[in-house]
């Protein structure tokens, strides 16, 4: 009996635990979105109250009918956001993919040193390639444009994605793809039918991590886009910061449009993203 209720009590405490840290971290949230929901007397209410008394969307009237920057909705800035982020993770896969492939599957001169390389660029500050892109940017004419954005998240994701799919790359039997070969099957198609199903999981968690930093970055977007109506979201939010007040229904109205499509984005391919990660993690 004894040895039976000790596991029991083990797996509930672990439960427990686990049901802790899901609550904790998933309180902000909650409050993000209880707040953006609450009229401006009980936001700055000296007697806060997790839910609002009474429910109301005028934050997000507010900000959709022009509210940050005059004349300018702030669907204009998702819509930026949308494009830069789907550009971005539809490259970075691709490019990734065919770069993991060659590193993978292909000896060349300077092999080990373009792997080094990958993880060398990761540890280089942000701060520190903020002027030196902005000067190239600059002179090649694509200033204040919205694929000047998608070049330099491109730039920041994909030493991550080539390394991490290179595990995948090179987990796949290579008997796989010469008994394709052999049945007549030429490099497209077995790059597409062979290779590409086999590696999905892998690029689906490498495209939450482009699509992530394409979708929340402010340093870049902020630097180098001066048009409002081509800002990004993240550049939108900081509207709301005053000198003198700040407006926090807006801010968390706008804050709850940002974390939506990420968490929908999240749920709709976390299974593969598990998948991956855990295969990732063993293979690699």
């Known amino acids: 009996m004894t040895t039976r209720r000790r596991p029991r009590a083990g797996r509930i405490a672990a439960n427990a635990a686990g049901l802790a840290v899901a609550a904790f971290a998933a309180f902000p949230v909650f409050w993000m979105i209880s707040t953006s929901l609450k009229p401006n007397r009980e936001i700055f209410s000296t007697t806060p109250r997790p839910l609002p008394a009474k429910p109301t969307l005028e934050h997000y009237r507010d900000i959709f009918g022009g509210q940050i920057i005059p004349g300018v909705s702030f669907a204009s800035f998702l819509v930026n956001s949308a494009l830069v982020a789907a550009a971005t993770v539809l490259l970075s896969g691709l490019i990734a993919l065919l770069a993991a492939t060659a590193v993978a599957r292909f ?6 040193t373009v792997l080094i390389l990958l993880l060398v660029v990761q540890m280089i500050p942000l701060e520190a390639l903020v002027i030196p892109l902005f000067l190239i940017i600059k002179r090649a004419g694509l ?3 919205l694929p000047s954005l998608v ?3 491109l730039g920041f994701s994909l030493p991550f994605a080539i390394w991490m799919l290179r595990g995948f790359v090179a987990a796949v039997p290579k008997d796989l793809e010469e008994s394709a070969a052999i049945d007549g099957a030429n490099r497209w198609q077995i790059f597409w039918r062979i290779l590409m199903p086999l590696v999905a999981p892998g690029l689906v968690a490498t495209s939450i991590f482009s699509f992530i930093t394409a979708w929340n970055e402010l340093i870049f977007a902020l630097t180098f886009i001066s048009t409002e109506s081509r800002y990004t979201a993240p550049v939108a939010l900081t509207f709301f910061f005053g000198r003198d ?3 926090w229904g807006g801010v968390m109205a706008a804050s709850t449009l940002l974390t939506l499509p990420v968490m929908i984005f999240f749920v709709l391919v976390q299974r593969r993203m598990v998948a991956g990660l855990m295969s990732g993690a063993v293979k690699g």
């Not at 000896?107 to 080990?112: A, E, G, L, S």
């Open 107 to 112: 000896r060349f001169r300077f092999r080990t």
């Open 143 to 145: 200033y204040n444009t």
């Open 151 to 153: 070049l330099v998240y």
């Open 245 to 247: 007040d700040t407006a």
